[in-house]
């Protein structure tokens, strides 16, 4: 297994991300499996595994627990985070700390971070006085290092990077996403201020490693041996200011294609970078239809979220991830912004600049997405 650090802590650079754990027909997490799949990644060196408050249906800290106090406590280490959006007032964030305690089973937390930061949310957590008081913890000893995850715009994470000293943060990368959320600009904030980094969603939600044989010749053509997703794992882990890179592992496969990633880890060389640049612009231009997001289409009459909609649609064109298709288009995009409300007024297509038909494409997207769910 391949270390880096934190803070002066050796981690393994392959974080076991408990988001995703195996699930039966009944969605509930197979705990058997799992088991076996957090025995075989501690056997195998794993030392960092990361949950939080939420992850399925709240289950995922107990049940990690559960198989990982059978290891000595300081031979791994738990990461986990303050459900932000839940806290209110400082007694909120009180109780919710010693609830994950008690789940994890523990009287400390290796990695504790104030979870899915935002605009809004990072001011509350400021104003509550929520920031200094798991400073207070830290130097309690129940917290060894503090940070933060994000999701928002560059600039709200350039405040918070800067507020004060991180020893650590979680962001999302990826190589088709770099200029997304914090992105890279974000990365090089962090070397700024000495402030370790830990990917998620390095392989896009699984998005990177559903690509056609076609689509990947390249990169096979280069590294024969190296699965897609193993070159998304390679190109974030050759960022050396990465700790730790995070993989939500739904099953002993990917588990196993990781270990053996990580287990010998191989940043990618110059002539590699090259390869996965060609890949990267093949990818963006794949589309089902030209949309490039002005919005001049909306507001639609009739609601139809258009932008939202192609954005899916091309998605599937690029990705060939129909799992990922199925989820937003279930969860992400309500029925009154579907494209069966459209009622051809065609208001949209006479403000669209690109001249797309709008109307024609809506119905074809409906279509192809439908049949996926």
Request: charged share 25%; proline share 4%.
């Amino acid at each position: 297994m391949t270390y880096r650090e934190i803070a002066g802590l050796k981690v393994s650079l392959l974080g076991f991300g408990c988001m995703r754990f195996p699930t039966g027909a009944d969605g509930q997490v197979d705990k058997a499996e799992t088991k076996e799949m957090l025995e075989l990644a501690y056997k195998s060196g794993v030392t960092y595994f990361d949950t939080a408050y939420p992850y399925h249906g709240g289950t995922s800290e107990r049940i990690t627990s559960d198989v990982m106090k059978q290891f000595p406590r300081e031979s791994f280490y738990y990461a986990t985070k303050l459900p932000c959006w839940e806290v209110f007032s400082l007694d909120d964030a009180k109780r919710l700390f010693q609830v994950q305690l008690d789940r994890l089973q523990t009287d400390y937390v290796d990695f504790y971070l104030l979870h899915a930061l935002n605009k809004d949310s990072w001011k509350r957590m400021k104003d509550l006085g929520v920031v200094e008081y798991f400073e207070g913890l830290q130097k309690e000893g129940k917290i060894k290092r503090y940070g933060f995850s994000f999701h928002d715009e560059y600039d709200v994470f350039n405040d918070i990077i800067y507020y004060r000293k991180w020893e650590f943060c979680q962001i999302q990368l990826n190589y088709m996403d770099t200029d997304y959320q914090a992105g890279l600009k974000g990365y090089e904030d962090c070397v700024k201020q000495g402030t370790a980094v830990v990917i998620m969603e390095p392989v896009k939600g699984g998005s990177l490693a559903t690509f056609s044989d076609a689509d990947v010749a390249t990169l096979k053509a280069a590294a024969p041996n190296d699965s897609a997703a193993r070159w998304a794992l390679r190109y974030v882990g050759s960022l050396p200011a990465v700790s730790v890179i995070l993989s939500g592992m739904s099953n002993m496969a990917q588990l196993k294609d990781n270990l053996e990633t990580f287990g010998d880890f191989k940043p990618l060389t110059d002539s590699e970078t090259k390869v996965l640049d060609t890949h990267v612009e093949n990818v963006k231009n794949k589309y089902n239809i030209g949309c490039t997001w002005c919005n001049y289409c909306i507001p639609c009459p009739s609601g139809v979220n258009i932008p939202r909609i192609f954005g899916l649609w091309n998605n599937y064109a690029k990705y060939n991830n129909p799992g990922d298709i199925k989820w937003n288009w279930e969860h992400e995009i309500p029925a009154r912004e579907k494209p069966a409300n459209c009622i051809s007024c065609g208001a949209c297509e006479s403000h669209c600049p690109q001249h797309l038909p709008i109307i024609e494409s809506l119905k074809k997207a409906d279509a192809v997405i439908s049949a996926l769910c």
